[in-house]
């Protein structure tokens, strides 16, 4: 291993224990920023971080848009490793930010994906013959009752469950806490968990959900578990924790119409962000009335003579 890399990794380490204690992200959004600070990494190969300039990083960003990655992801690769330059700037002497100024390729917007509401149903109705079953209906269910993000919902200890008054309080992103509405559903999936939890989690394991081992269930574990639960409910879509995220924001917003309070459960910093779901309404809607309304796609014909 060369010294610019071993310098590389270096300066990774401390730049993560930065995000992990300074700034409180999660560690699987910590996890997230090492995997796109590892691109760059791969990209720079032995030439040391201080000697980047910005035609270096404009040429990484082509050469990754030509494997094909899109414009958003590019976005949030870029964002990355400014902040890892600015976090260089100010505690290792490099002298300059070689992102800065820098804008990814753009691409067109495209609607998050939704369940239909039956859909919706069928993936939290599920058997509960097994802990495991019974665990997994319970995340489901909090998920599409909730819209909670991944990581907020594998962070959650059972002290923040208030049953009684039917709230879960999430800290979000950059450590932010919000009060979120619990359904009933999903008030009868938690209490039928927590009966059980004890079979699976170790003694003083503070987790909510727990996985096999009985320590804290990983985001990993959540996901090829839904995806699995999705192909044995007959469910055609590449099922997610955020398609459930996105179904929770949809049928909310479609029946009641309030975007503000969709923004706030959600924990949108910005009402822009939460305002896709509008688009995603609309396209809804626009299918409801080209499939029920009798001159929505019908073609005048012109009189003949």
Known sequence: MT????????????????????????????????????????????????????????????????????????????????????????????????????????????????????????????????????????????????????????????????MGAGEVRVTGKGSKTRIVPLGAYAITALQAWLAVRDRLARAGETALFVGQRGSRISPRVVQLRMKQWGIKQGITSNVHPHLLRHSFATHVLQSSGDLRAVQEMLGHASISTTQVYTHLDFQYLSKIYDAAHPRAKKKIKEKTK
């Not at 699987?28 to 990494?41: I, K, P, S, V, W």
């Not at 100024?101 to 998050?112: D, F, I, M, N, Y």
Request: charged share 25%.
């Open 3 to 162: 010294a610019a890399v071993t310098a590389n990794q270096k300066y990774l380490q401390g730049y993560l224990a930065w995000l992990r204690n300074e700034k409180q992200y999660s560690k699987l959004t910590a996890e997230n920023y090492a995997r796109d600070l590892g691109h760059l990494f791969e990209l720079a190969a032995e030439t040391p971080l201080a000697n980047l300039k910005i035609h270096h990083i404009r040429r990484y960003i082509a050469q990754l848009h030509g494997k094909g990655l899109g414009g958003r992801t590019l976005a949030r690769m870029l964002s990355a490793w400014r902040g890892f330059f600015t976090y260089l700037m100010r505690d290792h002497g490099v002298p300059d930010n070689p992102c800065i100024g820098l804008r990814a390729p753009k691409s067109a917007r495209t609607l998050p994906q939704a369940l239909s509401p039956d859909e919706a149903a069928r993936m939290v109705d599920l058997p509960t013959d097994t802990t495991e079953a019974i665990r997994d209906k319970a995340i489901y269910e909090l998920f599409y009752s909730s819209g909670l993000r991944l990581a907020e919902l594998v962070d959650l200890d059972p002290q923040q469950l208030d």
